[in-house]
């Protein structure tokens, strides 16, 4: 298998870097862009293809990964532009009742007042992406299931762990192929990241959940951070003494805009996609995963939007974390309603049937088809569990001391280690990360609302099969809802955990004392943690079967596809991407079609005085002047506030820099239209879209609406050349 297996990957390798982009597809490693130079520069791009493969240059070097999202580096003192949605954390950890940012806004006049982001806020720059496939996969040749896996994963940590040796960097093993290649990620981690500028809800927000994912859009989603570092140039925590960290490029924002048919590229760190998954894969989550999130995230919504309605402090405290909520429903009812709409389980049936017909007529088949049907049995082997594994991975991501009480004992487990054998997320390079988390869970936190959330976790979980069940969790919980609200109230009653103190002592205690910990919560979870560890145990080595085996279904996948002309490229997995494009309009639907661009004057007509159309009076009174200036269109003399392009983006793609032909800074991206929601799994030229804040709106805000005239001038368009 190995001999045929390499001869495939070789042609594979060929044809994927040989071959242009069907319409505008392709979420392109920045390694592939010179092999589609040529499609490239016919689209429109000024600049040469090749310097687009050098991370160390313009633009790809300005490129910053903000969270979970994407950010670019706007001015030689380490200015950041990224999205209004993406800061949210970093506006919501800044806000009180008494002083709420994220209904006035905030605006720093001088960098003394710049506002610390939460101590787990990190910028990283990518400065190195290579291939290191053989090295990795060396180890793990002849394993199986959790051998494989963990072959694997001491190779990868072996190469971080060589690769961090430099002072300030972050490092990671990533898959290309779903285990076919493997690349090593070195980024550069700022640590001291402060808020500068952002606007009111009512503008970085307009329309909420009601435009959510839908065109024409009418927000000003941006938010502007700066990045700072320790006298001595290196990345530090924050200090009053730090100084602005100096990128190695930064953007020039344009001074004209754009209109419909102009040449747009984005780079950005696009989340996931699962373009290349199987047709049970497809199935799975049209007809049980979607549609079960949805639900369950639904009801935790619900639980934050009644605890918030009497209590304006825990309103603020969820804020965060009830945004993101709604967005990822929205998200996925969009996903759900576009994958059905396309008749995507179906086409992706039909697809592989084809692809698997074609296979049994090669050469190859006796070798390749066997892995790919263990794919597919072990893909229904993890079914199985799906609905515990679906409300157990919520329990630890939507609380905030039970989240700590989970990290905290894992953390205890995992430091009676060797540090290589530790647990990737609880290595000795990640306990600063927690710690930051640790830090500002006061701010998130309510234990009503946290003992809501949970109960509605856990009596879904109550409701399971006994195949699904935990014994760990049973008598943790008892098997009744009212055995789970008198535990959850008895705990919650006597954790000390919700003392900043407490959290971060315990972090550091020898890991005996944290298991018998005397705090209610800690020893909870104790008592949970092997069943955790079971669970984790099963995960990897399925996982490390799928890493083995799923490579022979790539390389069936990647030469029937290319065979037939159609574009190939590695399913995003938060690693620094390219698209290209244009701006472009919209036909929705039969009879329904878009213009490209939206401007001001919608504002004003979705403006009802009622959140979330409540357009801030000081942004009415100024689109009433109509005092524009050189923002405004020069053909139209309208002021432009959002665009729309038919680049290839996802989620992570938010904040992403968008570029003319020239280079320069047009817009940012903040979303994708409703009709494209499902592109994640399946590519339709017809509906993808991508929507973008158009910057001519953002420099007249920062002008004529909430003056920043010393921010105007560090991004190269002072606001003098404009009154």
């Known amino acids: ?113 710049e506002l610390p982001a939460n101590p787990d806020s990190r910028l990283r720059v990518t400065t190195g992406f290579d291939k290191v496939t053989e090295r990795i996969l060396g180890a793990a040749h002849g394993k199986t299931g959790r051998a494989y896996f963990d072959a694997i994963d001491v190779a990868s ?36 990241v402060r808020l500068v500028y952002a606007p009111p809800r009512a503008i970085g927000n307009y329309g909420d959940e009601v435009d959510n994912f839908v065109w024409p859009r009418h927000a000003g989603d941006f938010t502007v951070l700066r990045a700072y570092v320790g006298p001595d140039g290196k990345p530090a925590d924050f200090a009053k003494e730090n100084v602005p960290y100096h990128p190695p490029a930064y953007l020039k924002i344009a001074r004209e805009g754009v209109r419909e048919g102009d040449f747009v590229m984005l780079a ?42 009497d209590d304006r402090q825990a309103a603020i405290r969820y804020a965060s974390q009830l945004q993101s909520l709604k967005n990822g429903i929205k998200r996925f009812s969009g996903e759900l309603e576009g994958l059905k709409r396309s008749d995507a389980v179906a086409t992706r049936r039909k697809d592989e049937d084809a692809m698997l017909a074609w296979l049994g007529g090669q050469s190859s088949a006796a070798v390749l088809r066997p ?40 953390f205890a487990y995992e430091r009676g280690k060797p540090d290589p054998q530790r647990e990737s997320g ?24 946290e003992k809501q959330l949970l109960a509605t976790l856990l009596t879904r979980y109550q409701q399971l099969p006994d195949a699904q069940r935990l014994p760990e969790f049973d008598d943790a919980f008892g098997r009744t809802p009212a055995e789970l609200t008198a535990r959850l109230d008895r705990v919650y009653a006597s954790t000390r955990l919700g003392e900043e103190a407490q959290r971060l002592s315990w972090l550091t205690a020898e890991p005996a004392a944290v298991e018998h910990a005397d705090d209610a919560l800690l020893a909870l979870v104790a008592r949970l943690q092997p069943a955790l560890l079971r669970i984790d145990d099963e995960r990897k080595a ?22 037939q002309g159609r574009a190939v490229y590695p399913d995003a997995n938060s690693t620094l991407r390219v698209s290209y494009g244009k701006v472009s309009p919209l036909k929705a639907r ?125 991004l190269g368009v002072p606001a003098s050349e404009h009154r």
């Open 426 to 449: 609880y290595q000795r390079r990640d306990e600063d990360l927690a710690a930051g988390m640790l830090r500002q869970v006061q701010r998130r936190y309510d234990p009503a609302v």
């Open 542 to 563: 399925r996982e490390g079967d799928l890493l083995r085996l799923r490579p022979a279904y790539m390389e069936t996948l990647i030469t029937y596809r290319e065979k």
């Open 268 to 309: 950005g760190y696009p989340g996931i996609t699962y373009r290349h998954r199987t047709a049970a894969e497809f199935a799975d989550q049209v007809e049980w995963r979607l549609p079960t999130t949805v639900q369950v995230m639904q009801q935790l919504q619900q639980v934050i939007e009644e605890a918030g309605r």
């Open 371 to 410: 892995p790919i049907d263990q794919v597919s049995q072990l893909i229904a082997a993890g079914n199985a569990t799906r609905e515990r594994d679906l409300l157990l991975g919520l329990l630890q991501t939507q609380t905030q001391l039970m989240r700590s009480a989970l990290i905290l004992q894992r």
């Open 1 to 113: 298998m190995k001999r045929v297996t390499s001869r495939l990957l070789s042609a594979a390798v060929g044809l994927v870097m040989a071959t242009a982009t069907q319409a505008d597809e392709g979420m392109w490693m920045p390694s592939q862009l010179p092999s589609i130079g040529k499609p490239l520069l016919a689209a429109g791009y000024k600049g040469n293809p090749a310097d687009l493969a050098d991370l160390t240059k313009a633009p790809l070097s300005a490129v910053v990964k903000v969270g979970g999202a994407t950010g670019a580096f706007v001015s030689n003192d380490g200015l950041v532009l990224t999205n209004h949605h993406v800061a949210f954390g970093i506006i919501q950890y800044n806000s009180n009742a008494q002083r709420d940012l994220i209904q006035d806004g905030f605006v720093s006049h001088q960098r003394g007042k």
């Open 157 to 192: 940590k072996a190469l971080v762990a060589e690769c961090e040796r430099e002072p300030g960097m972050r490092c990671s093993v990533v898959n290309m192929f779903y285990g076919r290649d493997f690349y090593l990620v070195t980024q550069l981690e700022l640590r001291d």
């Open 590 to 714: 039969d009879a329904v079609s878009y213009d490209p661009v939206t401007t001001t004057a919608g504002i004003v007509e979705k403006n009802t005085g009622v959140v979330p159309f409540d357009a801030p009076r000081p942004l009415l009174d100024a689109i009433a002047r109509s005092d524009y200036g050189d923002y405004a269109d020069a053909k139209s003399g309208a002021m432009p506030v959002d665009f729309l392009s038919n680049l290839d983006t996802t989620g992570g793609n938010s904040g992403s820099p968008v570029l003319n032909a020239r280079g320069e800074l047009v817009g940012l991206n903040f979303d994708s239209n409703w009709e494209a929601v499902s592109a994640s799994w399946m590519f339709d030229p017809r509906y993808k879209r991508a929507i973008h804040v158009d910057l001519r709106y953002m420099r007249w805000l920062m002008d004529k609406v909430y003056p920043a005239p010393e921010l105007l001038k560090e």
